[in-house]
């Protein structure tokens, strides 16, 4: 983004932008569901598996054609955010298990 050209909103982005993750409240993280058979859609809470606390919601979701399997895009805290990270996804009353990514999926 070019922070030197004057918009509404450049001082906020700029200053978000120069925050250290640790930082941050969320995250936007990949998942993918762990169950090939298993699917989900947007706005399905996205949980922590040992406290069923509620950490996010899908905010988008798909099959990845090139890499297999299906993927999930979700905001998680920090904590949550580290590849390998195991969540569920709370989808039409079943939890799918889901593991947090590193990008790109390859």
């Known amino acids: 983004m070019d922070l030197d050209t004057d918009f509404v909103g450049r001082v906020a982005v700029?200053?978000?932008?120069a925050r250290d993750d640790s930082e941050r409240e969320h995250l936007?993280?990949?998942?993918?569901?762990?169950d090939p058979a298993a699917m989900v859609m947007?706005?399905?809470p996205v949980l922590d598996p040992e406290t069923g606390e509620?950490?996010?919601y899908v905010h988008s979701a798909e099959y990845g054609y090139t890499v297999d399997v299906r993927v999930a895009y979700t905001y998680l805290p920090p904590a949550?955010?580290?590849p390998g990270t195991d969540v569920q996804v709370r989808?039409?009353?079943e939890l799918v298990d889901a593991t947090v990514r590193e990008e790109p999926l390859l």
């Open 14 to 17: 700029a200053e978000a932008a």
């Open 28 to 34: 936007v993280v990949c998942l993918t569901l762990d």
């Open 42 to 44: 947007a706005d399905r």
């Open 54 to 56: 509620s950490l996010g």
């Open 80 to 82: 949550y955010a580290e």
């Open 91 to 93: 989808y039409e009353g």
